[in-house]
């Protein structure tokens, strides 16, 4: 059974930093792009930021590229969302999912083309 799970998410006032985890099992993932995407309430599901499956290129939604970093260790099924200097705008349930057999799908921003994902986890960011 394919399965991804996220966590660290929690509580912070803004400014602050948080590092989301995503522990994937049920399948090899190392030809997969791996992504992280949101949801704020009352808004879709949006693309956050996308990895390669060698972890040296990234993609980013513009709103968070200079203050997010997406990473993996491919030798234990991780990737890794550190957030940086948190705004309110920020607060969301943050999403992992995974792009199968793409190696260099990074830019893929549609969360139709992304098969497997995890439950969430809260990020809320106080003013």
């Known amino acids: 059974q394919v399965k991804l799970v996220e966590s660290g998410g929690g509580l912070v006032e803004a400014g602050n930093s948080l590092r989301l985890s995503c522990a994937a099992s049920?399948?090899?993932?190392?030809?997969?792009?791996l992504g992280w995407f949101r949801q704020a309430p009352g808004k879709e599901r949006e693309f956050v930021a996308a990895?390669?499956?060698?972890?040296?290129?990234?993609f980013y939604t513009n709103s968070v590229k200079t203050r997010f970093i997406i990473s993996r260790d491919n030798n234990n099924n991780m990737s890794y969302l550190q957030m940086n200097n948190l705004s309110p705008e920020d607060t969301a349930v943050y999403f992992c999912?995974?792009?199968?057999?793409?190696?260099?799908?990074?830019?893929?921003?549609?969360?139709?083309?992304?098969?497997?994902w995890g439950q969430g986890t809260q990020v809320t960011v106080s003013s």
């Open positions: 999912a995974a792009l199968p057999d793409r190696p260099y799908g990074y830019h893929e921003t549609r969360r139709g083309e992304y098969k497997f």
């Open positions: 049920g399948r090899t993932f190392i030809n997969d792009t």
């Open positions: 990895i390669s499956t060698s972890g040296l290129s990234a």
